[in-house]
């Protein structure tokens, strides 16, 4: 018991840790981000139009295979009791 509530407080101290260390490290990154003049490269995507027709196949379905033999009719009941 002892064991288990000093290994789950290590962890949870080395999480907590390296969560602000992540913070930090975030934050500090946003004032270089603000006073950069690099733009970077824009990457500009242009569909060509192509000449050719698009050419449909006409399809019609398939006949249905004929049906089974139909099962024979069944009886009525009689449900007066």
């Known amino acids: 018991m002892v064991i288990r509530l000093g290994l789950s407080g290590i962890v ?3 999480v907590t840790l390296a969560l602000f260390y992540l ?3 975030l934050i500090a990154g946003a ?3 603000l006073t950069d003049d690099k733009v970077g490269n824009l990457v500009d995507f242009v569909r ?3 000449d050719q027709q ?3 196949k006409q399809r019609k379905p398939k006949k249905p295979p004929p049906p089974d033999e ?3 009719d069944v009886p ?3 449900f007066n009791v």
């Open 23 to 25: 913070m930090q490290s």
């Open 12 to 14: 949870g101290v080395v």
């Open 48 to 50: 060509v139009k192509q």
């Open 70 to 72: 139909p099962p024979p």
């Open 54 to 56: 698009l050419e449909t």
């Open 76 to 78: 009525q009941q009689n």
């Open 31 to 33: 004032d270089s981000a």
